[in-house]
């Protein structure tokens, strides 16, 4: 078993719906990051988090530590969100990655 | 702009031949990290330096080599000991310091490496 499991793998939605990933991982963590990754490759970090809940513009990511969970949520989805997703775990100097998330968002 | 510059964003290789991929960052992060990124896989941690002149093995670190001689630069070769070089390689990098906004990764555009 993955020490962090994203569901769904791929998950594709009209414009306009709510999004919602989820990561839960099986080891103890002092941070999780979630991680966007276009079709170039590159990868920007969209948050880090320890505890409860952080928004940016359309983005809502939280966490619950006690069910080793987190969610990131898009709201008013848009084509241009369609990427893949990342959850990472960040236990002491090391990171753990999921295996992504693809979303696709059709107009 | 700071950022994470990596290089070349292509590179083909003949087996047999050691390669260099470039990362240089402009934004004074103590940490820096190699990535190994396969189809259907999550990243994998290759080598990771926490300061100059010291780097440490990651997951899959046998067929790679580092250095790290200034702040800012952190090379990775990977040798003819790989024995499944093909993949995209990320660099990374963290401060890590306690201020608002530290512990956020940056990441390079990455580099993608083919060996015919």
């Known amino acids: 078993k993955n020490e962090v499991e994203q569901s769904p793998q791929n998950l594709t939605a009209q414009e306009g719906e709510f999004i919602t990933i989820n990561c839960s991982y099986s080891?103890?963590?002092?941070?999780l990051h979630w991680l966007q990754q276009h079709p170039g490759g590159g990868i920007v970090s969209l948050f880090m988090?320890?505890?409860g809940k952080k928004k940016h513009g359309r983005l809502i990511a939280t966490i619950n530590i006690q069910e080793k969970h987190s969610s990131l949520h898009i709201t008013a989805s848009h084509p241009r969100d369609s990427a893949v997703y990342i959850c990472?775990?960040?236990?002491?100097?090391?990171?753990?990655f999921g295996t992504g998330t693809r979303l696709t968002i059709i107009p | 702009d700071g950022g994470i510059t990596q290089s070349p964003k292509y590179l083909f290789r003949k087996e047999g031949q050691n390669v260099t991929l470039s990362c240089e960052q402009n934004?004074?992060?103590?940490?820096m990290y190699w990535y190994r990124q396969d189809p259907g896989q999550g990243l994998r941690l290759i080598y990771y330096?926490?300061?100059?002149?010291?780097?440490q093995k990651g997951d899959i670190a046998e067929g790679y080599s580092v250095s790290r001689e200034k702040k800012e630069s952190f090379p990775l070769t990977v040798t003819s000991a790989q024995k499944n070089p093909t993949a995209f390689y990320l660099c990374?990098?963290?401060?890590?310091?306690?201020?608002?906004?530290?512990?956020?990764?940056?990441f390079g555009a990455g580099s993608r490496l083919t060996v015919l």
């Open positions: 990374a990098s963290r401060d890590r310091g306690i201020l608002s906004g530290a512990n956020v990764l940056t």
């Open positions: 080891v103890g963590i002092s941070a």
């Open positions: 988090l320890s505890s």
């Open positions: 990472a775990v960040r236990g002491n100097e090391k990171l753990t």
């Open positions: 934004l004074n992060h103590d940490a």
């Open positions: 330096s926490q300061i100059v002149n010291d780097f």
